[in-house]
């Protein structure tokens, strides 16, 4: 019977049937179809999973900046939709769907982990942001401004003071400075007038510019035309560190050390010839922060060596300068 079979013949001398010579024929063809679709795919997932954390990062952390202070409930609500986002996108993750694969619940699982970091960074260095710059720019738009002040006046009587403008008079002593060392030197001098000697109400004062003893030079104390100070206020949070404390402690040094005497209620100033200069900084490096972000962790120059956590602040400061 096999002899006799011309058309088995044919079939076996040709190597294969034509039906599975189309389909060997459309197999390539269809792998060809599926793999730019696929790659293109990769490339949308991955899109996502780099921009959306990172606009809700800017989003969350812009919303401390430009609201907390005066709508704070913008950013608990803020705040509150991107932790709802994230747990949306896990839960996701795990249910799954209807013909959903293994790789879509995993990408869901990634993306909503991704979230939830985002959410949280946004929220700690916003909540810095706002406590380091916007808390004190606010603070001198909303207290008073007194001119002409003499430098022996009781500083219990300009405690809604935020910038001053002094007697012509009145001097920094920075022969009678003192710097405590905690960390950072914090410094402070007293303000003085001609008729006064031994009491003093408010204080020049800054950071890391002088020495134990008799050295000052933090912001103008050594410009003859200086005659303003711009209050610096004592921070309304609990989590952030204050730098009145240290201020206080050089002030009983100075104390001490020179036979001076103060108050509970003196006021440390940043000596300056120009107070609302120092409104127009702290301004610039509250709209500057979110692009400084971006620029201390996306494009840091070595992508391997990203600067430790309790650096950020410090290149922050930098890139806002």
């Not at 240290?246 to 020179?258: I, L, N, P, S």
Request: net charge neutral.
């Amino acid at each position: 019977m096999a002899p006799g079979n011309p058309a088995g013949g044919q079939q076996a001398a040709g190597g294969q049937n034509p039906a599975a010579g189309q389909n060997a024929g459309q197999g390539p063809k269809s792998k060809s179809k599926l793999k730019p679709k696929s790659g293109g795919s990769n490339i949308v997932s991955m899109m996502l999973l780099i921009f959306v954390p990172w606009l809700l990062f800017l989003l969350i952390m812009a919303t401390y900046i430009f609201y907390f202070h005066h709508h704070h409930l913008v950013t608990i609500f803020t705040l509150f939709g991107g932790v709802m986002l994230s747990i949306g996108l896990i839960t996701l993750s795990l249910t799954g769907g209807k013909g959903q694969s293994a790789g879509g619940r995993q990408w869901y699982g990634y993306l909503g982990i991704v979230c939830m970091i985002a959410t949280f960074a946004g929220a700690i260095l916003g909540f810095y942001c706002y406590h380091s710059f916007v808390f004190q720019f606010n603070s001198y738009e909303e207290r008073r401004m007194y001119a002409n002040v003499l430098a022996s006046e009781p500083a219990s009587t300009k405690v809604d003071a935020g910038k001053m403008v002094f007697s012509a008079d009145a001097r920094v002593d920075i022969s009678k400075s003192v710097g405590f060392k905690h960390g950072s030197f914090y410094c402070v001098a007293p303000i003085l007038d001609e008729d006064m000697d031994t009491r003093v109400e408010y204080w020049a004062a800054g950071v890391d510019c002088c020495s134990y003893r008799g050295d000052f030079n933090c912001d103008d104390a050594w410009d003859p035309k200086a005659r303003s100070g711009a209050v610096i206020f004592e921070d309304s949070s609990e989590l952030i560190a204050s730098e009145r404390p240290f201020f206080v402690k050089a002030r009983q040094e100075a104390e001490a050390a020179y036979n001076l005497a103060s108050t509970d209620d003196a006021i440390f100033i940043k000596w300056t010839r120009d107070p609302d200069a120092v409104q127009e900084q702290l301004a610039f490096a509250r709209e500057a922060q979110p692009p400084c972000v971006v620029q201390t962790l996306a494009l840091y120059p070595d992508a391997t060596r990203l600067p430790k956590w309790e650096q950020l602040p410090h290149r922050m400061h930098q890139c806002s300068q």
